[in-house]
């Protein structure tokens, strides 16, 4: 399964790539602001230079940003890319958001309430719809988003690659009990699974 891009680091390269130009940006902009303001005060620099017209300084400041936020496109595109493009021999598993607790049905139609159990280094692909109003499920430790909608089909895929327990939330406003709409995904070895999956089959 290793040749499966895991669609983490495309969203973490991406947000890194992101914030990295974003603070750099803040603290070269911020030095040359300080910089100017000592600079060019009233008192050191009484009359203002009236500069029109440089075109290699014009052309540095499009052609630089220009390809700066193409990268960032890029890099966001491809992270988008993969959280929405299924790989072959994904697992699938329904999962249906109610007021207030997510129902997971596994294929030997084995339910869960609120823990999702899959096994290690398998994509999943979660088919979701709400069976009332909107919900969204978010599972941070796998970057996945994904709004529940009653009367649409709506998915999203992960792949998991170190057993433990991750946290999964309602992520969109739902009622009263919104807050309490959490639950866990459990990674476990292939062995436990399936035999997890064989306990009290509905
Ligand atoms: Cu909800």
Same mark, same amino acid.
């Given at each position: 399964? !290793? #040749?499966?891009? !895991?669609?983490?680091?495309? &969203?973490?390269?991406?947000?890194?790539?992101?914030?990295?130009?974003?603070?750099?940006?803040?603290?070269?902009?911020?030095? &040359?602001?300080?910089?100017?303001?000592?600079?060019?005060?009233?008192?050191?620099? +009484?009359?203002?230079?009236?500069?029109? $017209?440089?075109?290699?300084?014009?052309?540095?400041?499009? =052609?630089? +940003?220009?390809?700066?936020?193409?990268?960032? %496109?890029?890099?966001?595109?491809?992270?988008?890319?993969?959280?929405?493009? &299924? +790989?072959?021999?994904?697992? #699938?598993?329904?999962?249906?958001?109610?007021?207030?607790?997510?129902? %997971?049905?596994?294929?030997? *139609?084995?339910?869960?309430?609120?823990?999702?159990?899959?096994?290690? !280094?398998? +994509?999943?692909?979660?088919?979701?719809?709400?069976?009332?109003?909107?919900?969204?499920?978010? =599972?941070?430790?796998?970057?996945?988003?994904? *709004?529940?909608?009653? $009367?649409?089909?709506?998915?999203?895929? %992960?792949?998991?690659?170190?057993?433990? #327990?991750? *946290?999964?939330?309602?992520?969109?406003?739902?009622?009263?009990?919104?807050?309490?709409?959490?639950?866990?995904?459990?990674? &476990?070895?292939?062995?436990?699974?399936?035999?997890?999956?064989? #306990? *009290?089959?509905?």
């Amino acid at each position: 399964m !290793n #040749e499966i891009v !895991n669609p983490v680091h495309l &969203v973490d390269q991406s947000f890194y790539f992101i914030i990295g130009f974003s603070f750099f940006f803040l603290f070269v902009i911020t030095c &040359v602001m300080i910089w100017f303001v000592i600079r060019y005060r009233r008192s050191r620099h +009484p009359v203002p230079a009236d500069i029109r $017209g440089n075109l290699g300084l014009e052309l540095v400041w499009i =052609i630089i +940003p220009t390809i700066i936020a193409l990268g960032m %496109f890029v890099s966001g595109w491809k992270s988008y890319t993969g959280l929405r493009t &299924v +790989p072959k021999g994904t697992m #699938e598993i329904e999962a249906l958001a109610q007021s207030f607790s997510w129902i %997971f049905i596994y294929p030997n *139609d084995k339910e869960s309430e609120n823990e999702l159990v899959v096994p290690v !280094n398998t +994509p999943v692909k979660l088919k979701m719809t709400s069976l009332d109003v909107l919900h969204s499920i978010f =599972i941070p430790a796998f970057r996945v988003k994904v *709004d529940a909608v009653q $009367g649409l089909n709506t998915y999203a895929w %992960f792949l998991p690659q170190e057993e433990g #327990e991750y *946290d999964l939330f309602c992520t969109e406003y739902c009622g009263t009990g919104h807050s309490d709409m959490t639950g866990t995904v459990r990674v &476990v070895s292939r062995e436990e699974y399936d035999e997890w999956l064989e #306990e *009290d089959a509905w």
